[in-house]
């Protein structure tokens, strides 16, 4: 609740200050995430069956759609309105149910969210998911059980070869060349080079890092070049994609937060994910709540409202201090009775 009431006053006041560049949606986006924790904080009952029969059923319905055709399922004046409508809402739609399921399933999801990443081969899912990992297994504890750990990075590596092996990873591995390549040679020259220039210097026409690069580089002179009040007080909710070149949002939460609704809120955001991810103690759904705050630095995830209610009304349950796991034996146990 204090997270809640502080990030509504702070975010008020970006909303005064900027009263006529306010998008009233994208503040309620931002601050459903306060509010659908403290829901969830308030619901300590167990974790029922029928709850996971809805998580299968969301999970089965992109599906359904993609396999009639088409995930988009609505168009309004060329504008296509899906219920998956790209590969990194897919990525994270997916995500959020594995770690809704993360009570039940435990430390399983860890293994099917590498699957998830790979197999939709989003490079900013899969970086979140491998760091997250890296850092889920540098923080166990010596007198874990060597068995216990084995039997999940021994699955985990082995998925990780074949989906290397089939491809999973080369958009990533060319991504992460071509932005080694922008560092060596200064990123302030890559803003003012043309596509064509890029392209012939990596000698790949993928450059969706060089994009997020430029367009970074962009909103960060807008916000610079601003006076004292826009410092503190952000260019208001959902003003970004007025305000640069390409017309779109930032492609990173934690700079968009910081420019649309200045310091003061970025700084509850943090303090809030980090608070968040401490009270966790599943370790499975640790690692992939650190997906999600990793991922938040390369997508535009606020904008996912599913996802996000997922995401933090169940952190919020599973931080409740409450029963709301049950193994899959007991569920198919009471299922028979």
């Known amino acids: 609740m ?14 005064i200050y900027n009263a006529a560049n306010t998008s009233m949606t994208d503040v309620l986006k931002y601050l459903s995430l306060y509010i659908f924790y403290a829901a969830g904080r308030c619901n300590r009952t167990p974790f029922r069956s029928v709850e996971l029969y809805c998580l299968y059923a969301l999970a089965a319905l992109p599906i359904a759609f993609m396999a009639v055709g088409t995930s988009k399922i609505w168009n309004w004046e060329g504008k296509p309105f899906g219920y998956l409508p790209n590969a990194n809402i897919a990525v994270l739609h997916f995500s959020a149910l594995l770690f809704a399921a993360a009570p039940v399933f435990g430390n399983r999801v860890i293994l099917l969210q590498l699957l998830n990443a790979a197999l939709m081969n989003k490079i900013g899912a899969i970086v979140a998911t491998v760091i997250a990992i890296c850092m889920w297994v540098a ?12 039997a999940i990075l021994i699955p985990v590596l082995t998925l990780g070869v074949v989906a290397f092996q089939f491809g999973a990873f080369d958009r990533a591995i060319i991504a992460l060349n071509g932005l080694a390549f922008a560092l060596n040679i200064d990123p302030r020259s890559v803003v003012s080079m043309s596509y064509q220039k890029l392209v012939l210097l990596t000698g790949s026409t993928d450059l969706s890092g060089f994009f997020r690069l430029i367009h970074w580089a962009n909103i960060w002179d807008i916000y610079s070049s601003g006076g004292v009040g826009t410092w503190i007080f952000g260019y208001g909710p959902g003003e970004t994609p007025a305000l640069t070149y390409a017309g779109l949002v930032p492609h990173n939460d934690y700079l968009r937060i910081l420019v649309e609704y200045g310091p003061v809120n970025l700084v509850i955001f943090v303090c809030f994910l980090t608070y968040v991810r401490a009270a966790l103690t599943s370790g499975a759904a640790r690692v992939l709540f650190v997906v999600l705050c990793i991922y938040f630095f390369s997508e535009n995830l606020l904008d996912s409202f599913t996802s996000m209610t997922l995401f933090f009304a169940y952190a919020g349950r599973m931080t409740a201090g409450g029963r709301v ?13």
Do not use: D, H, K
Not at 2 to 15: K, N, W, Y
């Open 2 to 15: 204090t997270f809640l009431v502080v990030s509504v006053a702070a975010t008020l006041l970006s909303v």
């Open 139 to 150: 923080g166990l504890r010596p007198r874990e059980s060597i068995i216990s750990l084995a």
């Open 325 to 337: 796991g049950e193994s899959p034996r007991t569920l198919s146990r009471n299922l028979s009775q």
